[in-house]
Each structure stands twice: as C-alpha cells, then as structure tokens.
Nanobody, 126 residues
C-alpha cells in the first residue's frame, strides 16, 4: 500500500518557522523525486519545492526562495520542508508528492509530474 504522510503543520506567528515532514512507504520503486505543494482557499495549487532522490538537487519556487529549504532524509523515503520567515501569504494546506522517473537536473514544480500525493498538513500564519 503506497502512502505519503505529511506532518509538522500548525499555527505560527508572522516571521516564525515550521518544519514539515513527509514520510513515504510502500514504494517498490526506490528512485523518485519528492515535492512540496500548497493550496490556499480559492487559489490554485502551487509548487513550492522539489528534491531529487539523492537529495543533491533542489528546486525552490521564487515566492519562497531564501526562506524555504527542502531536503531529503538519510533514509531517502522522507522529505522535509524547512519554512522560515513565514508570511501570511504562506498559509495554506501543504502537500507532499512523489515524482517517478524524474532526473535530478530537471526537477519539476508542476503538479502533473507527480503521481502520488499525501493528504496534506495545514499551515496557518497570523
């Protein structure tokens, strides 16, 4: 049973930090990229960051560049999103997703590239 489970969301003040985690399980394919997306009410889903399987390549959206960092866990089945200097516009449901067949030099922030999705974790900034 393939599963992606996010955690770490919550409520934080403007300027604060949160670290989101995503744990993947049940995958037979070991080589996949992972990404973080977010969606606020009434807005389209937005790609936030992506990381290669080895964790050596990352891609971060301009809207969060310099504030958010994506990383891969040592076990490779986990991904993290460190969010600093949070702004009210960062408030959203955050989802992690798996991208199979990706290449490290061509990471994607497009939803269509990702086959599996977690249920999301809510981030509130006030």
């Amino acid at each position: 049973h393939v599963q992606l489970v996010e955690s770490g969301g919550g409520s934080v003040q403007v300027g604060g930090s949160l670290r989101l985690s995503c744990a993947a399980s049940g995958y037979r394919i070991s080589d996949y990229c992972m990404g973080w997306f977010r969606q606020a009410p009434g807005k389209e889903r937005e790609g936030v960051a992506a990381v290669s399987y080895a964790g050596t390549s990352t891609l971060v959206a301009d809207s969060v560049k310099g504030r958010f960092t994506i990383s891969r866990g040592r076990a490779k089945n986990t991904a993290y999103l460190q969010m600093n200097s949070l702004k009210p516009e960062d408030a959203a449901m955050y989802y992690c997703a798996a991208h199979f067949g990706c290449v490290s030099y061509r990471l994607s922030l497009r939803s269509e590239s990702y086959a599996d999705w977690g249920q999301g974790t809510q981030v509130t900034v006030s």
